[in-house]
């Protein structure tokens, strides 16, 4: 009798635990994968989260400086072509322009500031913030600097601080025409124009005339001239490009940090210091209370 019913069992075991393994693995590839993209699609909302708040506070911002009206307050319009360029829900914007134009509650007020740092191999960062509480911000700076291998430091020796403005040019207008108003307002220098052709740009270096125009030539609105200014007559600048005679459209008008020295060669850095400064400025730029940061590189745009 026992020896008819061993062989049965032994059979049924085996396929049993067979059936186990295999449908434990694959379920847990499938959650595996599902994280991956859940954790993805995570990080991405959140820095689309970042980008809206921070336009939206610029919008605030020059409304609260400037007044409501775009036609007017060339700030806000720089401001607005910034959110749509972000795709920036147009009800977004409108709470922000009729927030602005309320009264400011004392608890709304968000404070700017700078942090200077030393980061990785010694490489020099101003950090911008705009805070509402001006105490957390510099306390997560500090501590992501920390934990990334920098450190609070006087670097300020390392830059200088400009106007920017970029501005497309009004039909009909000359590059002639744009220099000498910008130049009599202030501008130190136009040091450069972009030309969309072909849906492709390509910079002229500062002073070159190339075969397809002279100071004279009449630009489309597909050129983009960049005009730097010193921080103190950004405004009058801006204002007297956009005003009559000229009527130029401004794309973009801040400040912008650069090498003091522009020949001077930036600190060496190694894989792993790279590496690390990479880290480090993610980290910075992800923190909802920093606005924007400064290398000798520019400023850092993260991926």
């Not at 020896?3 to 067979?18: H, Q």
């Not at 694959?26 to 336009?55: C, M, P, T, Y």
């Not at 972000?86 to 500031?113: F, H, M, W, Y």
Request: aromatic fraction near 6%; include cysteine; glycine fraction near 6%.
């Amino acid at each position: 009798m026992l020896g008819g019913l061993l062989p049965r069992r032994f059979p049924r075991a085996i396929t049993l635990s067979s059936r186990s393994i295999s449908s434990s693995a694959l379920l847990l590839s499938g959650h595996n994968r599902w994280s991956k993209i859940h954790r993805g699609k995570a990080v991405e909302d959140r820095k689309k989260s970042q980008r809206f708040s921070k336009a939206v506070n610029e919008i605030i911002a020059a409304a609260r400086k400037g007044g409501t009206d775009p036609t007017t307050n060339y700030l806000l319009a720089v401001a607005l072509r910034n959110a749509r360029s972000l795709d920036v829900p147009k009800d977004n914007i409108t709470a922000a322009l009729a927030k602005a134009s309320g009264p400011q509650q004392a608890e709304e007020s968000r404070t700017a500031c700078t942090y200077e740092a030393m980061g990785p191999g010694n490489f020099p960062l101003i950090i911008e913030s705009v805070a509402d509480n001006p105490a957390r911000a510099a306390k997560n700076v500090k501590r992501i600097l920390k934990d990334r291998g920098g450190r609070v430091a006087p670097v300020a020796y390392a830059f200088k601080q400009i106007g920017k403005l970029v501005v497309r040019p009004r039909q009909g207008a000359t590059y002639e025409e744009i220099w000498e108003h910008a130049v009599n307002a202030g501008a130190q220098d136009l040091n450069g124009e972009f030309h969309q052709e072909n849906q492709q740009e390509t910079e002229l270096e500062v002073g070159e005339i190339s075969d397809r125009r002279s100071p004279s030539h009449v630009l489309t609105t597909s050129y983009r001239t960049k005009v730097i200014t010193e921080p103190s007559d950004l405004k009058s600048v801006s204002l007297a490009l956009v005003s009559p005679p000229c009527e130029h459209i401004i794309l973009e008008s801040g400040f912008e940090y650069v090498p003091a020295d522009a020949d001077a060669p930036e600190p060496e850095l190694s894989e792993e210091e790279e590496t690390k400064l990479e880290r480090l400025c993610r980290e910075l730029c992800e923190d909802p209370d920093v606005d924007q940061i400064w290398t000798l590189r520019g400023r850092y745009e993260a991926e």
